[in-house]
C-alpha cells in the first residue's frame, strides 16, 4: 500500500449496504441496495466503484478515484455518475470523518433537469466499524444543500 493512503486506509474494501434511503423535497422517498468498492493500487489514491439497485434494477452508478495529497489530510474525489455527470469533490480527512464538496460538476448536454448545481459528501467510520455515506445536493430547483441519501454499509468479509 502506498503510506500515503494511511488516513484513508480504513475504506479499502468492498462494502454492502445494510440500509440505504433516499429522499429529496421534489421526489418519493425510496429505498435501494448499494455495494461499493475502494481498491489500493500501490499509489496514493483509491480506485472506486459503486453500483446501487432497487431490487433487480441497476440504478446509480458511479466510477471514480479518491486521490490523497502525501503528507496531508487533503482529499480529492472525482467520480463519473451514469446520468450524464462528472463531479471533483475536494475535503480533508480528519480522523475517521471525510467530508468532501464538489468544486465543479460538469454535465453532458442532454442530462436530465434539474441540474446539480452542489454535492456534499460525510464519509464516516462507524464505532461498530460500519460505514456511513451521506449525500446532500442542491439543484438548479432546489437550490440549498439538501439530504438525498443516507446510506450505512458493511464490510464485506475478504
Ligand atoms: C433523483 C442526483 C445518487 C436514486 C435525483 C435527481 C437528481 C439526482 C438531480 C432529481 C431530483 C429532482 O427531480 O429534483 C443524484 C446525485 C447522486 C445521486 C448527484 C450522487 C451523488 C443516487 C443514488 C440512487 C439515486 C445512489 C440510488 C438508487 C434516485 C431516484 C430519484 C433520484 C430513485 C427519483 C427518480 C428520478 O427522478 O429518477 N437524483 N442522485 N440517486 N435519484 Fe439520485
Request: hydrophobic residues 35%; glycine residues 6%.
Amino acid at each position: 500500500m502506498h503510506p500515503a493512503l494511511q488516513p484513508i486506509e480504513f475504506l479499502i474494501g468492498t462494502w454492502t449496504s445494510e440500509s440505504a434511503v433516499g429522499h429529496f423535497p421534489t421526489i418519493n422517498d425510496f429505498k435501494y441496495d448499494e455495494t461499493i468498492y475502494f481498491e489500493e493500487i500501490g499509489q496514493p489514491l483509491l480506485n472506486f466503484k459503486s453500483i446501487s439497485k432497487i431490487g433487480e434494477r441497476p440504478m446509480h452508478l458511479e466510477s471514480g478515484f479518491l486521490r490523497i495529497l502525501p503528507g496531508t489530510s487533503k482529499v480529492a474525489f472525482m467520480v463519473s455518475h451514469n446520468f450524464g455527470l462528472c463531479s471533483v469533490e475536494e475535503g480533508s480527512v480528519e480522523g475517521c470523518n471525510i467530508v468532501l464538496e464538489s468544486s465543479g460538476i460538469q454535465r453532458i448536454s442532454f442530462a436530465k433537469d434539474p441540474m446539480v448545481t452542489k454535492i456534499r459528501r460525510t464519509i464516516t467510520l462507524l464505532e461498530d466499524m460500519k460505514l456511513e455515506i451521506k449525500t446532500d445536493m442542491a439543484t438548479t430547483n432546489t437550490p440549498e444543500l439538501t439530504n438525498h441519501l443516507i446510506v450505512i454499509y458493511k464490510k464485506n468479509s475478504s
